[in-house]
């Protein structure tokens, strides 16, 4: 029965140790964006401490190995459990050593963690455990452990319960372990006692911070984005949160400004309108991500547009704005209109799948910050999008801005004519963001520039519009890098941008 127990425990240690990394490196991408890098950091740093741990382990003495399974399990379930919300409290109110703590805690996890399975193997030896077996029921649970959290985390756990709740989760999972194996071993342990007392007050902080994880991660954030928050929550691809100050509303997805609702008519307007006032003949329209609806607001106000289908990868995004009634209030109700239909899905695998032509196609994706949507500005992308282009139709692409990230934004630009479009760059100011750039895109070279509109507007008119298609000197035309999906060069060049503007 004992060496049931032990043998079923590395099922769990191992499932909170994975856990563990996982919530880390989801954790870093969220912050620092890069997802790959976020992850092989963490994924070598992790793995390299487990084996630091591993190699610890032999200096356990063989009458000490069960007492010191125990305590590393009380200590994995602390520091584990609040390994999640420590560090959204140091990124939001401390964000200098964030990745100082990130790595140092990452470390010390997984050396702890790499304890475990010799120690169990070691524990099971002494009970005069046929090697051969002990090494196949141990590996067997320990890799069956790594399958299920691996499933279970992206699917379940991280879009319901949040990255904080979770990693609360796994900690009392490791402390439920510990307290397990002291009463099963109650005369082989000394000071059963006092490491009883204390697991359960290790428990019981992590049972507290697991009730109030919501209210410690909605602190955090106000440290982090100073406004109200109105709206937050993490879905199974971002974490989305909405702030209130005064009349102004502003949504993050990981903790990057997406819009502010004082200035996005300039963004909005100067997306849509250079495309739908020069093809008055357009019915269909598809617009790529914009699930906040507010593209889809100024589409809407064109009478000849008989229906709009809008792809966004994330249901938990168009949702909010499809309910929420300030955020509706903001998008006119948009994304409930008769001529709309909204699908979730990802944009790549709907073109290919979709046979559909469009007369306008609006692509208003989050900025290139990491190899997942970076993918989504590569030439395939672009072939894809072409062919769902009409023969006369126009395309539009938020492309970045052509002022702090000019790699970026002429990379957008020799993409797109890598994939066999026209391209006509353009550029506006949207005091939110500053200088900010999209690439109107044909089949046919025969755009220009509209000297009016029909529609009514609060920013865009001839005048204004003549100048976004004029590039000053200090934003003017380079020569860029088509960004193909097995280098993806304008990930690479959209970091570098970017750092030089932090810098």
């Not at 819009?259 to 300039?266: L, N, Y």
């Not at 009634?325 to 790549?348: F, I, K, M, Y």
């Not at 750039?437 to 008119?461: A, Q």
């Amino acid at each position: 029965m004992r060496d049931r127990t032990l043998v079923l425990s590395v099922l769990i240690v191992a499932s909170c140790g994975l856990g563990y990394e996982l919530i880390a490196g989801a954790l870093s991408s969220y912050l620092l964006g890069d997802s790959i890098l976020q992850f092989s950091s963490i994924i070598g740093c992790y793995l390299f401490a487990m084996g630091v741990g591993s190699w610890l382990s032999r200096y356990v003495k063989d009458e000490d190995v069960l007492t010191r399974f125990i305590d590393i399990e009380i200590l994995v379930g602390l520091l584990g459990g609040i390994s999640a919300a420590l560090l959204f409290v140091v990124f939001a109110w401390l964000s200098a050593p964030f990745r100082t703590a990130l790595y140092a805690l990452v470390f010390v996890i997984g050396m702890l963690v790499g304890m475990e399975i010799p120690l169990v193997m070691r524990i099971l030896n002494a009970r005069r455990a046929q090697f051969s077996d002990l090494v196949s029921r141990v590996l067997t649970f320990d890799y069956l452990g790594a399958l299920a959290v691996s499933l279970v985390f992206p699917l379940v756990l991280a879009p319901r319960l949040g990255l904080s709740r979770t990693g609360f989760l796994f900690g009392m999972l490791n402390v439920a372990v510990a307290l397990f194996t002291l009463r099963i071993f109650r005369d082989e342990v000394s000071r059963t006692t006092l490491r009883t007392l204390r697991a359960g007050m290790v428990l019981a902080v992590l049972t507290v911070g697991f009730a109030g994880s919501n209210y410690l991660t909605h602190w955090a954030e106000r440290g982090l984005f100073g406004d109200e928050i109105i709206h937050s929550e993490t879905t199974p691809y971002q974490r989305l949160v909405i702030t209130r100050w005064k009349d102004d509303l502003r949504l993050y997805i990981n903790g990057n400004l997406q819009f502010s609702s004082r200035d996005e008519h300039r963004y909005h307007e100067a997306l849509v309108h250079p495309v739908l006032q020069a093809l008055p003949w357009a019915r269909r329209v598809l617009v790529i991500g914009g699930g906040d609806g507010l593209a889809l607001r100024e589409i809407l106000k064109y009478r000849n547009i008989e229906h709009v289908t809008l792809v966004d990868l994330d249901p938990a995004m168009t949702t909010l704005f499809s309910r929420s009634e300030p955020l509706r209030a903001l998008n006119h109700g948009s994304l409930t209109d008769q001529r709309v239909t909204v699908v979730n899905a990802d944009a790549a695998q709907w073109l290919e799948q979709n046979q559909d032509s469009f007369d306008a196609i609006i692509v208003d994706l989050p900025d290139p910050s990491n190899f997942g949507l970076g993918k989504l500005y590569s030439v395939p992308m672009y072939r894809l999008m072409s062919r769902h282009l009409a023969e006369k139709g126009y395309a539009v692409v938020q492309s970045t801005s052509p002022y702090y990230a000019p790699r970026s934004f002429w990379d957008i630009d020799a993409t797109l004519r890598e994939a066999g479009l026209h391209t006509w760059p353009y550029h506006t100011y949207v005091p939110s963001f500053g200088e900010w750039g999209y690439i109107l895109v044909g089949k046919r070279n025969d755009y220009t520039p509209p000297t009016r509109y029909d529609v009514p507007m609060k920013f865009l008119d001839g005048d204004t519009t003549a100048l976004m298609f004029r590039f000053p000197a200090d934003m003017a035309p380079r020569q860029g890098e088509p960004n193909r999906l097995n280098e993806q060069t304008l990930v690479h060049d959209f970091e570098r941008d970017w750092r030089n503007v932090i810098r």
